[in-house]
């Protein structure tokens, strides 16, 4: 074999290679996924979404929002049969998608696959061999299933962000706190005082806030619930005024406030807490948002809280606007 036929032999087979990459790339490249924010596509024919499956999908799904002052689903359901979602492609465009397949001979298990046919999408693709096997995959499997979709929007929110972002005001969260986060360039910078500062947004229809506060990790004791609580009152009393002389931020004590730990991305441990906040004072108020999370490096406590005011609509989806932007902390490798 001469020169001549080893380089067209060679030009052949990297034409062949690069045609082969450009219809992997075609493959990775997905449709953008549709759908409202917190909306869930639930594939279950009528004769398994009824009677006590359907209530427990629903107790799973519709539960109520914890954290607001009225009472609003943690996620608004659409429901269609399983043939549906098969068939139209429509219906696989939708950003989470819960498919509740039962058939004699399933496997009883659970997939969780993301961005199959749109992206960002989750989709949970239940395979239960009768209605109480499938009951059963629901209760063993309801908090993966919930946390993965709630997860899914966050990212969402942060994805929807970053592509309006504000340049100058992550500059200069990151020149100030040494981490980045994401902003859309709505959102202003109202006040800062040493290691705090508040960002927020103003509409007039509602307002959102987030409220940004450092200091060294000392001990695990600083992740006590009413130590957390304790701090939070003390940094919206000083630098949250209302609108009354002498009114201020502070958290609602009347009713609960809830703890829990929480995946971060990034870091090693997180305690998120949900509640109300109010303006004493004055008549204002709203839920909140807050995750204290440890730094990488296990030196830092970051302190972040999106608040919303909104007194004429709901309120779940403007939260979720501002827990994308809690989650969005990220810190330099």
């Known amino acids: 074999m001469n020169m001549k036929q080893i380089l067209i032999i060679a030009s052949a087979a990297a034409l062949l290679l690069a045609s082969c990459h450009s219809r992997q790339n075609e493959a990775i490249v997905k449709k953008s996924s549709s759908g409202k924010t917190c909306e869930v596509l639930l594939a279950a024919d009528k004769n398994v979404y009824y009677g006590e499956t359907q209530a427990l999908l629903d107790s799973i799904l519709r539960e109520v929002q914890p954290g607001l002052p009225q009472a609003e689903p943690r ?4 429901n269609i049969p399983v043939s549906s979602l098969k068939n139209t492609q429509m219906f696989q465009m939708h950003r989470n998608i819960i498919l509740c397949d039962v058939a004699e001979g399933n496997p009883d298990k659970v997939y969780i696959s993301h961005d199959r046919w749109a992206a960002p999408q989750v989709m949970v693709d239940i395979a239960a061999s009768s209605d109480s096997s499938l009951r059963s995959l629901l209760r063993r499997y309801e908090k993966i299933i919930k946390e993965n979709i709630y997860a899914a929007e966050h990212q969402r929110m942060i994805n929807a962000f970053h592509n309006v972002r504000n340049v100058d005001l992550m500059k ?8 980045t986060m994401t902003f859309s360039d709505e959102f202003r910078w109202a006040a800062e005082d040493g290691d705090f500062a508040w960002i927020r947004k103003e509409t007039k229809d509602f307002s959102l806030g987030i409220l ?3 200091m060294p990790y000392r001990d695990e004791k600083l992740f ?3 130590k ?3 701090r939070l009152d003390t940094l919206m009393r000083r630098h949250v005024p209302g609108p009354a ?3 201020y931020m502070g958290t609602e004590r009347r009713v609960e406030i809830g703890h829990r730990k929480v995946d971060y991305t990034g870091s090693p441990y997180c305690i998120e807490t949900r509640g109300l906040w109010r303006v004493f004072g ?3 108020g709203g839920p909140f948002v807050n995750y204290t999370v440890l730094s990488p490096d296990s030196t830092q406590i970051v302190e972040v809280t999106g608040y919303v005011y909104c007194p004429r609509f709901e309120k779940r989806d403007y939260l979720m606007q501002v827990e994308g932007i809690c989650n969005s902390i990220r810190w330099d490798e």
């Open 245 to 247: 002389d002498s009114s």
């Open 75 to 78: 996620f608004d359901v659409v």
């Open 224 to 226: 006590a619930p009413e």
């Open 228 to 230: 957390i609580d304790n």
């Open 172 to 179: 200069r969260v990151k020149d100030k706190f040494g981490f």
């Open 282 to 284: 004055d008549f204002m």
């Open 212 to 214: 940004i506060h450092t």
